[in-house]
């Protein structure tokens, strides 16, 4: 299993960032797929999860602001995220559903007021 994310920076309050995870090494197309997030010293915490039916979840965190997706055809899995606040900052990370085993080494988000 190998995910690997990219798609962070640096970004201005309000602004937007699109981050992405490819995927490979497993049924990809058959598997949920959830971003999460993690700070130092803290637990992770969920954002979205993509069902292999396209059913979609989102923590209250990112209702409204943030939009999972996923494309099969290229083991793809992206997070728009739209509306930053700079309390989103973080190391954001792709997983096979919520096997937080299974993440990448993550994509840092920093969101400046």
């Known amino acids: 299993v190998q995910l690997v994310e990219s798609g962070g920076g640096l970004v201005q309050s309000g602004g937007s960032l699109r981050l992405s995870c490819s995927a490979s090494g497993f049924a990809f197309s058959n598997s949920a797929m959830t971003w999460a997030r993690q700070d130092p010293d803290k637990e992770v915490e969920w954002v979205a999860n993509i069902q292999s039916d396209l059913r979609v979840w989102y923590a209250d965190v990112a209702k409204g602001r943030f939009t999972i997706s996923r494309d099969n055809t290229k083991n793809m899995v992206y997070l728009q995220m739209n509306s930053l606040k700079p309390k989103a900052t973080g190391t954001y990370f792709c997983?096979?559903?919520?096997?937080?085993?299974?993440r990448g080494q993550g994509t840092q988000v920093t969101v400046s007021s």
């Open positions: 997983a096979i559903d919520f096997r937080w085993g299974s």
